[in-house]
């Protein structure tokens, strides 16, 4: 009986630290989380109910995932509960406190209970379940007590993959959006055209993939530097995705609750569109390089505003594009159009004079408005960078707000009338590289590191709150200059699309940059790693930076971490550093030409990330 007494109180003491040690480690985090005492213990015999309407659904998602995260294969019934305990339940209910796509998770020693007033909103805690089962469990687990109320703060939490530059095939996609919607990312924003690659099938005009989807190699030159492609050049590296292929994307997002909203990057930055139809390019004989674009800026990338033939070929293209993607949304890009050939173009300065058009800037805001009707034709609603807003703009579009600093977008856009969704390319362009330049692969020599994605505000505090009210949500773009591979396009993605879940999903009262790179060093980093995704550790990199005291002949060393409660240890003597080196404690002078080592350490005296080595010269 002592022996009893004694597990049942070894059982409760470890389910009670736990739960102390869940409650800083879900992402993103929920509006409320109370721990109660004791747990409930997953097992092969626990039962799973779900509503009959969403029995192939949400089954599905269910018994993969719960196979995945614990290798349990548990029993999945429709209907009512039929236990009395050991079962996990989950119901569809009345509730005006539970928003769109909320929930409430309540977990105790006998039973598990998900309650929502949607689909989304079961999907949704079912992934903070899953966040709350440990990341080392095997077959039999002991989930914490606890009762998460939970809502989303926007409607609008959006990823955007640039599958153009570098195309991405189907699989991946696929495996991104698992891991996009466990962070309760619904938005997954396709950019499907530019100049480096047509990746849509369209059935009408098979050049835009016979053509526009392939590129001369050149595999190994830098981006920028490439030169222009040859027509005689073999075009071999590309892909596209069938119309097959994007319905099996679409219909696989929709289980998981993400949307699937199609770009159609126009008039600028289609290239690989006029080598595959040259006709609609400016003038009538064109003597332009018509080859997909192999890296850089393309020049010529401009479709003709002038000629009709343009709209009648964007509107059998939109007509496609909108019968194969259930969203009510479509994205016309309408961003970086070099105006130029228009200013020469007879075609461009005929319908200038006819529509009393007073420059390029208004002739681009035709073209716009043209692309919106056909676009509206289609019972879509457009989406456009916020470039469609110059000249007239466009009204009854949705504006995604890239652009800071001289243009002010985030205010013109909701201040207008305009739904916004905010893509800021100072805190949600990941293409930038997220640690020291020195350390990071080839990218824009700009730093966007994790801290500045998470402490990023959406909604500016100029806004009244009739203009806020317009902000539908935020969005993290990754653009595909510098992503060749699977691997590269995963390491720019994580974690830094977590802190912008977080961003999306959160309040910004339960946001804490603490708690949140603890949760990813003791939990979601195990999480990524043991479903093979590659994740950047950059957060945990020293920062470097140094002056020469030139009367002294020495170096003043500073270094810098965004993280909060570690440690940093340096060495000069060229020795990796361990807790037992220097720890630092301020900036310090040190003989030039020495070799500094730095690392970051946690209480433990592990090191997390990748020591930083320079030369002090």
């Avoid at 469990?137 to 989303?152: C, H, K, R, Y």
């Avoid at 945990?540 to 270094?559: E, M, S």
Wanted: aromatic fraction near 10%; hydrophobic fraction near 35%.
């Amino acid at each position: 009986m002592k022996k009893l007494l004694l597990f049942i109180a070894i059982f409760i003491f470890s389910i009670e630290g736990k739960a102390q040690e869940r409650e800083s480690t879900f992402i993103p985090q929920p509006e409320s989380v109370v721990f109660t005492s004791g747990g409930f213990k997953l097992n092969e015999d626990t039962q799973v109910f779900i509503p009959k309407k969403y029995s192939k659904d949400l089954k599905a998602v269910i018994v993969s995932e719960i196979v995945k995260d614990t290798q349990l294969n548990l029993t999945v019934n429709t209907g009512r509960v039929k236990v009395s305990s050991n079962y996990i339940v989950f119901q569809i209910v009345k509730n005006a406190s539970i928003k769109a796509e909320g929930y409430v998770l309540e977990i105790t020693p006998s039973k598990i209970t998900v309650k929502a007033t949607d689909y989304a909103g079961l999907f949704n805690g079912f992934q903070t379940l899953r966040q709350a089962i440990p990341v080392s469990s095997d077959l039999e687990t002991a989930i914490p007590s606890m009762i998460v109320v939970d809502n989303p703060r926007f409607n609008w939490r959006g990823v955007m993959f640039d599958v153009s530059r570098h195309f991405q095939p189907k699989a991946f996609v696929l495996k991104q959006i698992d891991v996009l919607s466990s962070y309760k990312i619904n938005k997954l924003h396709l950019h499907l055209t530019d100049d480096q690659g047509w990746r849509i099938e369209i059935k009408k005009y098979p050049k835009l993939t016979k053509i526009g989807a392939w590129r001369a190699d050149r595999t190994g030159i830098p981006w920028w530097s490439r030169e222009a492609a040859t027509a005689k050049e073999p075009k071999t590296v590309g892909g596209f995705y069938t119309q097959e292929d994007l319905k099996e994307i679409i219909a696989y997002a929709k289980i998981r609750n993400v949307e699937i909203i199609p770009e159609i990057d126009v008039p600028a930055h289609s290239k690989a569109l006029i080598a595959a139809y040259p006709h609609l390019f400016c003038y009538d004989n064109p003597t332009a390089n018509f080859e997909v674009a192999v890296g850089g800026k393309a020049s010529d990338n401009a479709l003709c505003a002038g000629k009709e033939t343009t709209y009648n070929f964007l509107e059998d293209v939109i007509k496609e594009v909108a019968d194969l993607f259930p969203s009510k949304y479509l994205h016309i890009g309408g961003d970086e159009c070099n105006k130029s050939n228009w200013k020469k173009c007879p075609y461009c300065q005929k319908v200038k004079g006819e529509h009393h058009l007073a420059d390029e800037e208004e002739l681009q805001s035709y073209f716009i408005q043209r692309m919106h009707k056909i676009v509206t034709a289609q019972n879509k609603i457009m989406i456009g960078w916020d470039e469609v807003l110059s000249g007239n703009g466009v009204k009854g579009a949705t504006i995604m707000a890239w652009r800071r600093g001289k243009h002010t977008p985030e205010l013109q856009a909701p201040r207008e009338g305009y739904p916004t969704i905010m893509t800021s390319y100072l805190h949600s362009y990941i293409s930038q590289v997220q640690g020291p330049i020195f350390m990071e692969p080839e990218g824009p020599n700009v730093v966007l590191p994790l801290s500045k994605v998470y402490n990023h505000e959406p909604i500016p505090k100029e806004l009244t709150t009739e203009e806020a009210s317009r902000v539908m949500g935020n969005e993290t773009c990754l653009w595909g200059e510098f992503t060749p591979t699977e691997e590269h396009f995963e390491y720019m993605l994580y974690p830094r699309t977590l802190a912008s879940a977080e961003v999306s999903w959160s309040a910004p009262k339960v946001k804490s940059w603490k708690r949140f790179q603890k949760a990813l060093e003791t939990s979601h980093f195990k999480r990524l790693e043991r479903n093979k995704v590659n994740v950047s550790k950059s957060m945990f990199t020293v920062y470097p930076a140094f002056a020469i005291d030139q009367l002294h002949n020495q170096a003043i060393v500073y270094l810098e971490t965004e993280t909060e409660g570690y440690s940093i240890y340096y060495t000069t003597n060229g020795d990796d550093p361990t807790i037992n080196a220097t720890k630092y404690e301020g900036n310090f002078k040190v003989k030039l030409k020495s070799l500094l080592k730095a690392g970051l350490f946690n209480k433990e005296g592990h090191l997390l990330g990748e020591i930083t080595e320079i030369r002090l010269k």
